[in-house]
């Protein structure tokens, strides 16, 4: 007889087995044991309790009694028995866990590559928590190591998380090592939240934040400019813990045109490669310069030389270029060439 819900149908044959060995004293074969497994998977399949299951085992075992002539043979094949259904539950469930893992991990590269049809990926998404007809953001951090879903540290901001908002639309997930939250366009609070965990889990990494994009391709958008802000806070050393990709349009509209950029850099700057150890002291005096708000006596503190020293420097690139940093008219210009060389590798690659 099954107890707590059960059916009985998975302890077929169970109360005679051990009758049968408790008259025998005989061991369960490999064949009844391979049953014994399957009846635990299919419960599992079904959905039903391992505590019920075992529960039902026990039960039965206790109406058979009167029937038992050894009690430590009978007692014995229980254990047998509900050991074998516990792992075969337990095979279950794991597959269970690999199949939904992959269908979770094939979901996710799809929706971050854009490469399924945007009708089926809505529908796939809602079994993620995700309604992709409404807009989204994407928060993507990077450390030091790479991490994977298992990873400890992707477990800590996860669990974050899930402690703050609870199930609020919001998918966490790795992607080629990096820690990425998705979250609904108008719950800002949930990525500041991921940035600030994810920052202190990656011991110090940079977290970038996509801008909200609707629509079911919007994730992938939000997506790719947050990567393109990681890209361009390592090209551009921008230290800062956490950028918005809002707060950084002016980058990508400068290499919009990157033909245009590369002639101006090599108009602007081109004439630094003549220098005696070549263009790099100018352009890093220039960047320092100009981030000092052009104030001569923070950018030499800053390069740990003279005021002189700076100002000869200055006069330098003056007599080199034709362009005076220190000159409103021609200091947009040169600003803009050192942000483009700095885009696009110059000196180090050719234009």
């Known amino acids: 007889m099954a107890e707590s819900g059960?059916?009985?149908?998975?302890?077929?044959?169970?109360?005679?087995l051990l009758t049968e060995v408790s008259a025998t004293g005989r061991r369960l074969t490999r064949d009844e044991l391979d049953f014994r497994r399957s009846l635990g998977e299919q419960a599992a399949d079904a959905g039903h309790g391992l505590r019920g299951l075992v529960s039902a085992h026990l039960a039965a075992a206790q109406e058979a009694l009167p029937g038992i002539r050894s009690f430590d043979s009978a007692l014995a094949t229980m254990?047998?028995?509900?050991?074998?259904?516990?792992?075969?539950?337990?095979?279950?469930?794991?597959q269970a866990v690999r199949q939904e893992e992959a269908a979770r991990r094939e979901f996710i590269d799809d929706l971050l590559y854009g490469r399924s049809d945007l009708g089926h990926l809505a529908e796939r998404a809602e079994r993620f928590g995700l309604r992709l007809s409404h807009a989204h953001a994407v928060a993507v951090a990077r450390g030091a190591a790479a991490y994977d879903e298992g990873d400890p540290v992707a477990r800590a901001v996860e669990q974050a998380l899930i402690s703050r908002f609870g199930n609020r639309s919001i998918l966490l997930t790795t992607k080629d090592g990096r820690l990425l939250c998705v979250a609904p366009g108008d719950q800002d609070e949930?990525?500041?939240?991921?940035?600030?965990?994810?920052?202190?889990?990656?011991?110090?990494?940079?977290?970038?934040i996509g801008r909200a994009q609707a629509g079911p391709g919007g994730v992938v958008q939000s997506y790719e400019e947050a990567l393109?802000?990681?890209?361009?806070?390592?090209r551009m050393e921008l230290d800062a813990p956490v950028l918005h990709a809002a707060d950084l349009l002016v980058y990508p509209v400068l290499t919009r045109d990157r033909q245009a950029m590369a002639d101006l850099v090599r108009h602007a700057l081109g004439p630094l490669t003549t220098a005696r150890g070549g263009p790099q002291p100018f352009l890093d005096t220039l960047t320092t310069y100009f981030d000092a708000g052009c104030v001569a006596a923070e950018a030499a503190r800053q390069l740990s030389l003279s005021v002189r020293a700076l100002t000869y420097?200055?006069?330098?690139?003056?007599?080199?270029?034709?362009?005076?940093?220190?000159?409103?008219t021609h200091r947009y210009m040169l600003q803009t060439a050192v942000i483009g060389a700095r885009l696009l590798g110059w000196p180090d690659r050719e234009l």
Request: charged letters at 15%; zero cysteines; a neutral charge.
């Open 79 to 94: 254990h047998q028995v509900i050991d074998a259904v516990a792992e075969g539950y337990e095979r279950a469930q794991r």
């Open 190 to 208: 949930v990525l500041t939240y991921f940035a600030k965990h994810a920052y202190a889990a990656t011991d110090g990494g940079q977290v970038a």
């Open 6 to 16: 059960t059916p009985a149908a998975y302890l077929r044959g169970y109360t005679q």
């Open 313 to 328: 420097r200055l006069a330098r690139i003056h007599h080199l270029t034709g362009a005076n940093p220190a000159d409103p």
């Open 228 to 234: 393109s802000v990681l890209d361009l806070a390592a």
